[in-house]
């Protein structure tokens, strides 16, 4: 089950992304470090409809690379991409405490 907060922190991660931007980015979020071509594949688009949507969301930091490994199309190395999560804020202050010893030092 997904939480309220991370329902609200992907709305507010994606809402200013073109329709292709946030087809690619869910495609990852479902389809972890995947390739270009893979995600080509699983869209059926063709890999120039892809590789400019990564770079677009490389450049706003919503994916990172998770590495090179083997393409499962192409059979060539290939760098893979993962989504980032979105970070939330804390939900409230965190209050310190002072720590004493039993002389109250």
Request: glycine content about 6%; aromatic content about 6%; hydrophobic content about 40%.
């Amino acid at each position: 089950m997904i939480q309220d907060t991370s329902l609200f922190a992907y709305s507010v991660a994606t809402q200013n992304l073109g329709a292709k931007q946030k087809e690619v980015l869910d495609a990852l979020r479902f389809y972890p470090d995947a390739t270009n071509a893979e995600l080509a594949a699983y869209l059926k688009w063709p890999v120039n409809r892809i590789t400019p949507r990564c770079l677009e969301l490389r450049k706003m930091g919503l994916i990172l690379e998770a590495g090179k490994r083997q393409c499962k199309v192409t059979g060539g190395t290939a760098h893979c991409w993962k989504a980032k999560h979105p970070v939330l804020p804390p939900a409230r202050e965190e209050k310190k405490v002072e720590q004493t010893n039993s002389l109250g030092i």
